[in-house]
Nanobody, 124 residues
Framework: QFVEEGGDLVQPGGSLRLSCQAS????????IGWFRQAPGGQIEAVAC????????FYKGSVKGRFTISRDNAKRTVYLQMDRLQVGDTAVYYC???????????????????WGQGTQVTVSE
């Protein structure tokens, strides 16, 4: 349902733009989120955006560095990542989701069939 692209190997301080293309029958959740899983870690919400593109959520450590946006006509959600840090290294996924508490919380889907994701590696 979602295809993630744009991951790469970059140096600290570099930038990447990830894209999430929806295809076929997608989730009935209009909110789309970017999630990541670092080696040995759990999947966490990085940034989420509602259907209008106005409501957004960001994980604290990426605020001011990452920007989520969407183009509904293209059925695509983007994640612009600037000033990347080693700690951003992970496989990044996108999925339909829900935000709560005035967008202070973005729900991490459970028992979800994640796609292949896209690998982001930040290293010297």
């Amino acid at each position: 349902q979602f295809v993630e692209e744009g991951g790469d190997l970059v140096q600290p301080g570099g930038s990447l733009r990830l894209s999430c293309q929806a295809s076929g029958v997608t989730s009935d959740r209009p909110t789309i989120g970017w999630f990541r899983q670092a080696p040995g870690g759990q999947i966490e919400a990085v940034a989420c955006i509602d259907r209008s593109g106005v409501g957004t959520f960001y994980k604290g450590s990426v605020k001011g560095r990452f920007t989520i946006s969407r183009d509904n006509a293209k059925r695509t959600v983007y994640l612009q990542m600037d000033r990347l840090q080693v700690g951003d290294t992970a496989v990044y996924y996108c999925a339909g989701t829900t935000m709560f508490a005035s967008n202070l919380v973005c729900y991490v889907p459970v028992d979800y069939a994640w796609g292949q994701g896209t690998q982001v590696t930040v290293s010297e």
